[in-house]
């Protein structure tokens, strides 16, 4: 965590405080208010009972939303999304999937969540 955060706060104080604070409280923002850090927790499910304490639980995002999101900006924003030769493998793989061979948004994310070793949660 503390490798991430050195890249926001140039203070080693600061990197140990709000990485105290993002362990305990899942957010910190110093007393300027100039920034707020915030813990995202991505799973297969959204899980709200294990933060009862917290006024304020961590956002959770299921894999079903980020491959959801990833698949509209692929398919609604194509020709500023056409310029990428720096992109990994991985986002190469996703491009070529949602633009030639899963045209819909239920196919690319059921086939994307596979083809990544994710099974999807039953549903109760």
């Known amino acids: ?54 006024e304020k639980p961590p956002l959770q995002i299921t894999f079903d939303q980020v491959a959801r999101f990833v698949f509209g900006r692929f398919t609604k924003h194509c020709d500023p999304k056409k310029a990428h030769r720096k992109w990994d493998c991985a986002g190469h793989m996703l491009w070529h999937l949602a633009k030639n061979q899963w045209n819909d948004s239920d196919a690319f994310v059921a086939g994307t969540l596979k083809l990544f070793g994710i099974h999807p949660q039953p549903q109760y």
């Open 1 to 54: 965590m503390q490798y991430v955060i050195r890249g926001m706060l140039r203070s080693d104080d600061l990197v140990e405080t709000a990485s105290t604070a993002l362990y305990e409280n899942y957010c910190w923002e110093p007393a300027d208010e100039s920034l707020r850090i915030e813990m995202v927790a991505i799973g297969s499910v959204r899980d709200l009972e294990n933060y009862p304490d917290l």
